[in-house]
DNA sequence: GTTTTATATAGTAAAATCACTATATTCATC
DNA sequence: GATGAATATAGTGATTTTACTATATAAAAC
């Protein structure tokens, strides 16, 4: 056992990359926080977290490239959703990290 | 226990946006993983991940900043290390991402 | 078939990032 | 104090993001 434990392949790399670049926009991380709750409609996004619409479309348009999200038409309604558990964990990494912040063990 | 288990504070998120967006370049994480390993001067990550001083010294800058990194001058060498412990939990969500797609269980 | 509703797409200017070259700074050595 | 090594900083085009406005598309409702 010599070595990191990561290793994290080269490949692998530019894939995570872009995973992680794509999650570091505020905006996105609002939705994603959102879609945990189940699938939402562009339209709900747009509401309830306040944005405009074409922002949302272009966004959700971005995750969905990136495999972040995936989507079913209904009429003319799009129900958008989280296209894998990664980002959950993701985002969970940094719910435990704000606790830290907030118990004052770390500062940024 | 209504509602979502994450809920990250709005004013955690700008942060929150700004460190995975910084992560989110394959250099950096290459950076990133092998200070897993223990600090490195920046002529050693120069040399052994074969990218070139000034880049790597930017990127170093760039994370310096913004909390991931932190570093110690020695002489005429500065040893970088890890800031904190979530860097390393964001890249083993991703070893663990990537063991899923290597599996087939995923694909991107 | 006209109007609404829901969403996507196009276009665009401003800002940020990126990769690269050149140079400055700082310490150590002779 | 001159030289060399290690690293930081400056400057610069090229590319990418971002936020925004306007418009297109397609299904639903009337």
Same sequence: chains 1, 2.
Avoid at 8 to 15: G, L, R
Wanted: net charge negative; aromatic share 8%; charged share 25%.
């Amino acid at each position: 056992m010599v070595g990191n434990q990561t290793n994290i392949s080269p490949e692998f790399i530019q894939k995570a990359a872009r995973i992680l670049k794509t999650l570091g926009h505020p905006d996105r991380i609002k939705i994603v926080e959102f879609l945990e709750d189940g699938e939402k409609t562009v339209g709900q996004i747009h509401r309830e977290l306040d944005m405009q619409q074409p922002i949302v479309s272009q966004h959700l348009k971005v995750m969905n490239d990136r495999g972040i999200v995936t989507h079913r038409q209904e009429g003319t309604r799009y129900f958008y959703s989280l296209a894998n558990e990664l980002i959950v964990n993701i985002l969970n990494c940094l719910s435990e990290f704000q606790e830290k912040l907030n118990s004052g063990e770390w500062n940024f």
